[in-house]
């Protein structure tokens, strides 16, 4: 019996090792998620601003055929002028040049606005462009370490899972059935120190006649308060 609560003992030290290295990998894992959640949102910014001033641009070359085709339109209309032969037709042809120069005018402000649009962003653009080029840079060494601390937690990881197996093939099928329930019902913890007549693992008072059968050691006891299986530690004397 005492054997079979020393193994328990090792069994939860090893499970409690291997829960804080699963939380450290965790933990690791969302680095390196957030790492690349970075590069991603900058990526997606730079995409961002290249679509936009692909538009841009094309609202530019729209503006620039329909500015041709009014210059045409004048140039036709002011030849036409020539052989004009009354006044009326005369003013009304004025009248469309002078309505189509407004419209040249306002295309060329506009064409001049977008190119300084585009221009800005292509700017912003360079600059993003080359403060996602450092991040990648940056990243790809910080993630790289990461990702080996990762595979040298699973090793260890590893390490104790085999150690686990040596002590519950040793162990009794409804033992260890009791053991990961308990463990499941109270943080990890299915062990618990009993010492000086607490149970240390909720400090708790024990009875005293159940704390005295601890000494005998002949049998499994449980803790009355968290069910936690009690292993008798005493204080080295002074
Ligand atoms: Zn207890």
């Known amino acids: 019996m005492k054997k079979r609560l020393e193994m328990l003992e090792q069994l939860q030290e090893i499970d409690l090792r291997i829960d804080s290295l699963k939380n450290g990998q965790n933990s690791l894992h969302g680095e390196v998620n957030g790492i690349e959640q970075g590069l991603d949102a900058a990526r997606e910014e730079l ?13 530019k070359a729209e503006r620039e055929g329909l500015l041709a085709t009014e210059q045409e339109n004048i140039h036709r209309s002011e030849s036409h002028m020539k052989e004009i032969k009354t006044n009326k037709e005369f003013q009304a042809i004025g009248r469309e040049i002078t309505a189509a120069r407004k419209q040249t005018t306002e295309l060329e402000e506009q064409i001049l606005r977008t190119i300084g649009q585009i221009e800005e962003l292509k700017g912003e653009s360079a600059a993003k462009s080359a403060s996602l080029a450092e991040l990648e840079e940056n990243t790809a060494q910080r993630r790289q370490e990461k990702l080996v601390e990762i595979a040298a937690t699973q090793k260890d990881i590893d390490t104790d899972l085999a150690k686990r197996e040596e002590i519950t093939k040793e162990l009794p099928a409804s033992l260890l059935k009791r053991y990961n329930s308990l463990r499941g019902q109270r943080r990890g913890q299915a062990v618990a120190v009993a010492r000086d007549g607490y149970c240390l693992g909720c400090n708790m008072n024990l009875p005293p006649q159940l704390y005295n ?26």
């Open 47 to 59: 995409a961002g601003l290249e679509t936009r001033i692909a538009q841009l641009e094309q609202e």
């Open 213 to 238: 059968s601890l000494f005998r050691g002949d049998e499994m006891i449980s803790c009355p308060h968290c069910q936690r299986v009690l292993i008798l530690k005493q204080q080295p004397a002074a």
